[in-house]
Every structure is written in C-alpha cells, then in structure tokens.
C-alpha cells in the first residue's frame, strides 16, 4: 500500500503571495490532518478534514485554509505569505481520524 | 488546554544501553497516545498506539506504557543501536468527540557507535 504522499516537496516563495500545499492520503484513508513544524513551536495543529468537512481547527490566522475533496485528497493553502510562515508543513491521513496517524514525508516552505 | 512535555530534550547514550524516554501530559482525558520518530528533515514515523483502555504496547525492542492517572506515557527502547538515533515524538488525541492531537516537545537521541 502506498503512503502519504506530499507535493511538491520544497517551495520558495516571497512574503505577500500564496501558496497552496497537496497531500494524497493511503488508500481508503478518509481523514487528512494538517500539521506546521518550527524550530521554535515544535509541530502544532493547523486543521482535519473527514469525508470533506473540516471537524477540527487549531490556533492559526485566517490566511490558513484547507479542503478536502471526494477522493481524500487535501490541500492547504496559505495567503499572503509571512516571513514567520516558513516551516515543515506535514500531512498525516488515518482510517477514520481517531486511531493510528501515517504521516507523509512533509512540504518545505520557504518564505523570502 | 492539553499540554505535552518530553524529558529530557536531548540524550546521548553509548550503544546497547536500554533506555527510557518520558512523555508527561496535563489532561488525563486522552483517547489514545501515539510515539513517533523523526529523523533530520523528514516526516513522522509511527513506532506504537497506546488506546487509553490499554496498559502498554510493544514492537520488537520498543515498549512502551500508559498510565492515565499520572498523566505520564514512557518509551522504552532496548539494546540501543546506532540507528535509533532520531527525535522521538509523542502524541495525545483527546476523548470527548473530534479532539485534535497535541504533540510534545521531542526527546532528541544520539546513540554513539
């Protein structure tokens, strides 16, 4: 069975533009959860998605928003991009969002 | 709020020791915990899920435990080797409807050759 699968792998982008992040989760997996990694903050929340409704959100602005479609594919997207949004962006899917996370190989985003 | 705490932060042991790595959390309300390993630049690897109706789980030279009262979960590694060396992570999925997942901190292990 494949894994979790992240595109693109690494991104630079300039502060002001926006970036939209894709993440493909194991087969018959139909929850995907968003994580940011930082040096500084560690890995923190940003949103889950199940059967394509968000069922749970974390602490970010509103220039973080994300989708599922019917496939269990997700996006994230990320607006007017901010210095302090560089960062490891990893996608996680599970069976039905409770039990056991498998975790993709992540997105590096850099923002100049 | 659900906060997670691994210590130490960081840990360097000779090779074949066994060791113990801790995760301390503040709400006892958890639906499971899961640990995790990471190496440099990667994504998370899982290593074990605890459920919080279980005591302990093991995989090969991993166990590791759970005591909900305490609010404390350990990992125990055996015979260390070389290639243990990575971050390890926990994780705690709250009870009580669609609860998100709170990460630790991260215990950094170096084992030496």
């Known amino acids: 069975k494949a894994g979790v699968t992240q595109t693109p792998r690494y991104l630079i982008k300039t502060r002001g533009q926006q970036v939209t992040l894709s993440c493909s989760p194991i087969?018959?997996?139909?929850?995907v959860s968003w994580y940011q990694q930082t040096p500084g903050q560690g890995l923190q929340f940003l949103f889950e998605y199940f059967s394509e409704t968000q069922r749970n959100k974390g602490n970010f602005p509103g220039r973080f928003s994300g989708r599922q479609f019917s496939n269990s594919r997700s996006e994230m997207n990320v607006s007017t991009l901010e210095l302090g949004d560089s960062a490891l962006y990893l996608c996680?899917?599970?069976?039905?969002?409770?039990?056991?996370?498998?975790f993709g190989p992540g997105t590096r985003l850099t923002v100049l | 709020k659900q906060e997670v705490t691994q210590i130490p932060a960081a840990l360097s042991v000779p090779e074949g020791e066994n060791l113990v790595l801790n995760c301390s959390f503040t709400d006892s309300a958890i639906y499971n915990l899961q640990w995790f390993r990471q190496d440099p630049g990667k994504g998370l690897t899982s290593l074990l899920l605890i459920q919080s109706s279980q005591r302990e789980q093991t995989s090969g030279r991993l166990n590791a435990s759970l005591d909900k009262s305490s609010g404390r979960s350990t990992l125990y590694i055996a015979a260390s080797q070389p290639g243990d060396s990575a971050t390890y992570l926990c994780a705690v999925r709250g009870s009580g409807g669609y609860q998100k997942v709170t990460f630790g901190t991260g215990t950094k292990l170096q084992v030496i050759p």
């Open positions: 996680a899917s599970s069976g039905d969002g409770y039990n056991e996370q498998f």
């Open positions: 087969s018959g997996h139909r929850s």
